[in-house]
């Protein structure tokens, strides 16, 4: 059973910084596009950015030139580093896996990850 463990969350001033972390355990698929996705309170949720398996990355409007996604295939950890939070970027983020990376792309479809984490939340104020 592939688990999927975030960490890294909290609680900062808007314009501040923060690093989540998603460790991946017993994901051994070569193919596979790994995902950062968030949810505010009465919201739905929605993809924030993804790396596929050759590198490759894309990001929703609302964080591009702020937040960076990365991959260190020796740790088997996916990062987002968050940069430059606002307000608005308060919501519990989840770390998830989709098994091909034929949809690897910005909007992010929720169906498409066949595993999910627990979630973390971040936490930006004014």
């Known amino acids: 059973q592939v688990q999927l463990v975030e960490s890294g969350g909290g609680s900062v001033q808007a314009g501040g910084s923060l690093r989540l972390s998603c460790a991946a355990s017993r994901y051994t698929y070569s193919s596979y596009c790994m995902g950062w996705f968030r949810q505010a309170p009465g919201k739905e949720r929605e993809g924030v950015a993804a790396?596929?398996?050759?590198?490759?990355?894309s990001y929703a409007d609302s964080v591009k030139g702020r937040f960076t996604i990365s991959q260190d295939n020796a740790k088997n950890t996916l990062y987002l580093q968050m940069n430059s939070l606002k307000p608005e970027d308060t919501a519990m983020y989840y770390c998830?896996?989709?098994?091909?990376?034929?949809?690897?792309?910005?909007?992010?479809?929720?169906?498409?990850?066949?595993?999910w984490g627990q979630g973390i939340q971040v936490t930006a104020s004014s």
């Open positions: 790396i596929d398996s050759d590198g490759s990355t």
């Open positions: 998830a896996a989709d098994r091909s990376f034929i949809n690897c792309y910005t909007p992010l479809r929720l169906t498409d990850f066949d595993y």
